[in-house]
């Protein structure tokens, strides 16, 4: 099975927190990118590199690895990349027009995806840069919300009137403009991004 790794520099173990995340030997993670090898890099987030890697013995796994000075989280592989490949002159890149009936289906997973970090999560976060390249596609077209780089973590409900942001962070373009005017990030601001 093969797997997205994303190198970040942030140290943050304790705070992911999950009982479903998996630590993982960091020699293995340095095995399965051949040592971070530069051909194996297929993309870059908010904080660091994504490679692609192949773990032995692993089904359905994400997890985390902290070795060094660097967190490498890694993500099952999204087969069909992200959606701005099949959006953005897709004949470039190999890929037919995708039907109808599958973007309203992304576009649904899309929205499914916020609504669970918005309304299901504690502590409440916005994640303040959804576009078409943070949303990955899995071999049956099925969307997933990714790069959680930007992340801004509430106190109450994202509906609650938010959180002031110390400095404002996205990509131009995918901005509220109540979030680039006031600086007050809510769930209406990755809402604006998401259909922009």
């Known amino acids: 099975m093969r797997y997205f790794v994303a190198e970040s520099e942030e140290s943050m173990v304790s705070s992911i927190g999950s009982d479903k995340a998996t630590i993982l030997p960091y020699n293995e993670i340095r095995e399965a990118t051949s040592n971070f090898s530069r051909p194996l890099i297929i993309g870059q987030g908010s904080y660091g590199l994504v490679y692609l890697g192949k773990i032995r013995g692993t089904i359905e796994l994400i997890g985390y690895v902290a070795g060094g000075e660097s967190l490498f989280l890694v993500y099952e592989f999204a087969q069909n990349g992200a959606l701005s490949n099949h959006l953005h002159n897709p004949a470039l890149r190999g890929h ?3 039907p109808w009936t599958t973007r309203v289906q992304i576009a649904l997973d899309a929205a499914k995806g916020l609504e669970y970090i918005h309304e299901r999560t504690k502590p409440y976060y916005v994640h303040r840069d959804v576009k078409p390249s943070n949303i ?10 990714a790069d959680f780089g930007l992340v801004k973590l509430l106190e109450q409900s994202p509906d609650a009137g938010g ?8 990509t131009f373009g995918y901005l509220a403009p109540e979030y680039v005017r006031d600086g007050h990030v809510t769930a209406k601001s990755d809402v604006y991004s998401s259909i922009k």
């Open 96 to 98: 037919k027009p995708l």
């Open 136 to 145: 990955l596609l899995d071999s049956n077209f099925h969307a997933k919300i």
């Open 163 to 170: 959180a002031a942001a110390s400095r404002i962070v996205a």
